[in-house]
C-alpha cells in the first residue's frame, strides 16, 4: 500500500502560537509539494502598450465558463507585463506545444522585454497583440473582471477569437520540470 500523510501538525498543537508558525510553515511547504504533482499546460501570456510586447510563461490558465467563453489567469502584481495587461484591456493566451520548451525559459525571466520575443515566431493581432504564429492555440482575450488576491491578480478573459494549429501536443509543467505529452490513456 502506498505511503501518505498530512503535513499539517494535529489541530491540538495549533493551540500554541509556536505551532502556529510552524504549521504555516509545513502548510506552505505542503502546498508547493502538492502544486508540484498539479500538471499544467505550459501557456505564454502576451500584450502590448504603447508599441511595446510583452509575455510570460503562466501555467495559471483555467477555463471558467463556456457561456459566455472565458478563462481566468492570475498574475503576479510584481510582473512587468501585470500593468500593460490592465491598461490594455486585451491579452492573448498561447498554448506552447512540445516543440516551444526553449522559450519558457526566456519567457519566465533569462530575457527581459522585446528580448523575449527572439524566441518562437510572432505576430501582431489587432491592436498589436502579440500571438506565437504555431502555438497549440491562441486565446484572444478581453480582460473583463480583475480580482486581487495576495501577491497576485486573478484576471478574467471573455475569449472573444480562437485560433488552433495541429494536432493536440501539449508542453507540460510537472514536478519542477517541462514534459512531452505522454498521449497513454488511463483506459484503453
Ligand atoms: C512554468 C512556469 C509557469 C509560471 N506560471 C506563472 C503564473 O501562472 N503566474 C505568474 O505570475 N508567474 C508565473 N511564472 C513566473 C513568471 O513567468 C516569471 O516570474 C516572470 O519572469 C515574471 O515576469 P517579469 O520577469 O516580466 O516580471 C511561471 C514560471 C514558469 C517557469
Given at each position: 500500500m502506498m505511503e501518505c500523510r498530512f503535513l499539517v501538525p494535529e489541530r491540538d498543537a495549533l493551540m500554541h502560537s509556536d505551532a502556529r508558525t510552524s504549521e504555516g510553515q509545513d502548510v506552505l511547504n505542503g502546498f508547493k509539494m502538492a502544486?508540484?504533482?498539479?500538471?499544467s499546460t505550459v501557456t505564454v501570456i502576451t500584450t502590448a502598450l504603447d508599441g511595446r510586447r510583452y509575455g510570460m510563461a503562466a501555467t495559471s490558465v483555467t477555463s471558467v465558463?463556456?457561456?459566455?467563453?472565458?478563462l481566468l489567469v492570475c498574475i503576479n502584481q510584481s510582473a512587468?507585463?501585470?500593468g500593460p495587461t490592465i491598461a490594455n484591456g486585451r491579452f492573448c493566451i498561447n498554448l506552447l506545444g512540445v516543440d516551444h520548451d526553449d522559450m519558457v525559459g526566456p519567457f519566465s525571466g533569462q530575457a527581459a522585454g522585446e528580448d523575449r520575443f527572439a524566441y518562437g515566431t510572432w505576430d501582431a493581432h489587432s491592436g498589436g497583440l502579440p500571438y506565437l504564429l504555431d502555438a497549440?492555440?491562441?486565446l484572444f482575450c478581453v480582460l473583463t473582471?480583475?480580482?486581487s488576491y495576495g501577491s497576485h491578480s486573478i484576471f478574467v478573459g471573455e475569449v472573444e477569437q480562437v485560433r488552433l494549429c495541429g494536432d493536440t501536443e501539449p508542453l507540460i509543467y510537472q514536478d519542477g520540470g517541462l514534459y512531452r505529452t505522454l498521449g497513454l490513456p488511463t483506459q484503453s
Open positions: 502544486m508540484r504533482r498539479l500538471a465558463t463556456a457561456h459566455p467563453p472565458a512587468s507585463i501585470h497549440q492555440a491562441n473582471k480583475r480580482v
